[in-house]
């Protein structure tokens, strides 16, 4: 696993001179744009390792992360290269890398995409979703929140059932996970933040999460029912009518998730309704308003 994260005169480098993957006649453009976004389609690869052990490594080549080592293959070719070493040697990684700084004489990147691939290679950027999920036959599946009470299977039996949190790396750079939970509406000044105890995380993943992986954090319903019920006891007039997954970045960023209706925490009773939630908030607003104080 990867440390390295190419900064912005790298980026400019690399992406400046070329056009596509460097994989002889791989005709997979470095980026693409659809509906005013842009897809990046490449990977920074090394050429030569970082590390010991790793493809290509040679004890005596130490400046691994500077621009002759450095080459953009899609993600396709970029598996290729690393899982089979043999099949690819450095000699031939850097004839393609001699042939891709010469592609942009034609016409490369304007120098708006490259800015927004500046951007992509130097701003960790994540998705956070509050999920559902239930435990059978050694594995877990993953659902939409608000799915979890209907979803069954019918090869194996339900083993128990967990609420979580899923962090997607949706940039061209790895990350780093410092903690993630629920953000709760309370129609308040501020959302309640209920940051998952790492004590009670049944699935603890890797801190560090790699381009276009994901993974998801567990936590009992029952330990978050009672933490959520904790926090509510001091606040007595407010009520829960939405919440959301964040996580926060170890690059110091924070990622919010869509907003879900309050009725999928399990602080209520299974005949609690939609209707029934909204009424109880709009309760809770009459009873705050009779609270304040006169002008």
Known sequence: MSDFSPGAPLCKLLFGRATSCAYPDCPEPLVEEHRGLLSINVEVAHIRAEKAGGPRFDVNFTEVNSEPNLVLLCHKHHKWVDRHPDAYPTEELLTWKECQATQSRGGGLSADQLDQVVKAFTTPQAEAEAVGIISAGGENIVSKIEHLPELKLLNADTEARYLGVRITNVGAIGFGVDAVGYEIDIHGPAPLVYGFPAE????????????????????????????????????????????????????????????????????????????????????????????????
């Not at 939405?242 to 009725?263: D, E, I």
């Not at 999928?264 to 308003?289: C, M, N, V, Y």
């Open 200 to 295: 009670h995380i049944r699935h603890r993943p890797p801190r560090r999460l790699e381009p276009q992986a994901n993974t998801v954090w567990l936590i009992d319903p029952d330990v978050l029912c009672n933490g959520i019920r904790l926090v509510m006891q001091t606040v007595r007039v407010y009520v829960p009518v939405r919440f959301r997954a964040f996580c926060h970045l170890g690059s110091g960023g924070r990622a919010l998730g869509p907003w879900v209706s309050a009725l999928h925490l399990p602080i209520w009773k299974d005949h609690i309704s939609q209707e029934w939630l909204d009424g109880f908030a709009e309760r809770a607003e009459q009873t705050r308003a009779k609270l304040r104080p006169k002008q």
